[in-house]
């Protein structure tokens, strides 16, 4: 299939043809029919599937049809909410490409900027606001937008608002719209919360499951390297020593984390920065824009950054630490892997990780291969022990670690090569 036999307009099709898309993706071919034909969507993707085209070029192409003129006033009649200040300058940003040739405005608005700057952009109207549900509640608080003529609500990324608490706001923000509207709810997993939340707002809904939640794209390679923990910087340092690695986005689980190992790199002349809650705005777009210039060759980020982040071309994702929620996985790597360019993810796991490992193993429904590195590796235990308090404060008092009979004892044990931990790892699957 190809753009043309989606009927879209000339406009859009020249502004696809100048970013170079040859054919819609399956999320494409099956989403942007439905929404031309007015219903409404309860749609499941994957990152990277091209699911913001999917939704973006048949909502101006709505609103092409209706005749826009460039002296009249804009109205806003398409929001979109987003989870992330991030995934809103994405969108936005995707919005005014696609409608380049078109006489439609844009404006993004979100949380961690003065919001006197966001309110001089509206002033002028709008016909798309994209908003992170918080800002937009503010906004309309403070009577400095309206949306009552809104007649298309873009729901992205929903599991994700669930999971950062927005979801309240969400249910503040519907009641203000018409109950006339179509609404777009598109989620990378559709669990228990989202299923109701869709119940609630959406009108016999066309459901597109594109891909399983957990599915990871093919096209990556995706590694595990076992070591123990203290290894991890020199191990990561051994990666980067490749220069064919021009850029890589590395995964933290805590800011103080990033930072150090951000410390680390840079004392080894490998530059990087590091993105998380503590920068502001302003600060993690320019990091953003240095690293997608390949002025920063390593952006270290907690999962903040799991989603939302469309860097094209980025070839290497590393999970420095492993997340504890295994969907976090599926969204870190795939920032890598996207439109059909060859991706690859590097995941560090240690003893106290290996939960971690198996619950992504078992989400993705694959088990990642096991790649060799120069350092020696002693898995302490490969079974879940109840530790208590006690055995704690005995650990860090005394420096020992516990064994796989329960006991805590002087590390003595010799250290294994890599072929060994592989043998031992498969055991333990077992």
């Not at 203290?230 to 690695?245: T, V, Y």
């Not at 080894?268 to 302003?282: C, E, F, L, P, Y």
């Not at 999962?303 to 870190?332: S, T, W």
């Amino acid at each position: 299939m190809t753009f043309e036999e989606l009927n879209l307009s000339p406009a859009l099709l020249a502004a696809l043809e100048s970013e170079k898309y040859t054919k819609p993706t399956p999320i494409q071919e099956q989403a942007i029919p439905a929404i031309l034909n007015k219903k409404d969507i309860l749609g499941r993707a994957q990152t990277g599937t091209g699911k913001t085209a999917a939704f973006a070029l048949p909502v101006l192409q709505l609103l092409e049809n209706k005749g826009l003129l460039r002296a009249r006033k804009h109205d806003i009649q398409v929001l979109v909410l987003v989870p992330t200040r991030e995934l809103a300058i994405q969108v936005s940003e995707s919005f005014k490409t696609y409608g380049k040739n078109l006489h439609v405005k844009t404006v993004a608005v979100y949380g961690g900027v003065e919001i006197n700057g966001q309110n001089s952009q509206l002033r002028g109207g709008t016909d798309i606001l994209v908003a992170t549900p918080g800002r937009l509640i503010d906004m309309v608080k403070a009577r400095l937008t309206s949306l009552k003529k809104v007649d298309i609500l873009i729901l992205d990324e929903a599991d994700r608002m669930f999971d950062m608490g927005f979801i309240n706001d969400v249910k503040k923000i519907i009641p203000l719209l018409t109950s006339r509207k179509q609404t777009l709810l598109f989620s990378a997993t559709l669990h228990e919360e989202v299923d109701k939340l869709a119940k609630t707002i959406l009108r016999n809904p066309e459901s597109l499951d594109i891909a399983p939640a957990a599915a990871t794209a093919e096209i990556i390679q995706q590694k595990v390297f076992f070591l123990e923990p203290e290894d991890k910087p020199a191990l990561l340092l051994h990666i980067l020593k490749n220069r064919d690695i021009k850029s890589a986005l590395v995964f933290t689980k805590t800011k103080s984390g990033a930072d150090k190992l951000v410390e680390f790199l840079n004392e080894h002349r490998i530059w990087s920065n590091a993105i998380h809650g503590d920068k502001d705005q302003r600060e993690r777009e320019r990091l953003l824009e240095k690293f997608k210039n390949k002025k920063l060759r390593v952006l270290v980020a907690t999962d903040i950054a799991a989603r939302g982040l469309d860097i094209e071309g980025l070839k290497y994702v590393v999970n420095y630490d492993l997340p504890h929620l295994p969907e976090n996985y599926v969204h870190r790597i795939g920032r890598t892997g996207r439109a059909e360019v060859e991706g690859f993810a590097y995941s560090f796991c240690d003893a106290d990780e290996l939960d971690y490992l198996r619950a992504i193993e078992k989400l993705i429904d694959r088990s990642l291969d096991v790649a060799s590195h120069p350092y020696k590796v002693v898995f302490r235990s490969f079974e879940k022990l109840p530790i208590t308090k006690e055995h704690n404060r005995n650990n860090a008092r005394t420096g020992t670690s516990k064994e796989s009979n329960g006991e805590f004892k002087k590390n003595t044990a010799k250290k294994k090569s890599p072929s060994e931990v592989k043998k031992h790892y498969r055991s333990f699957k077992k």
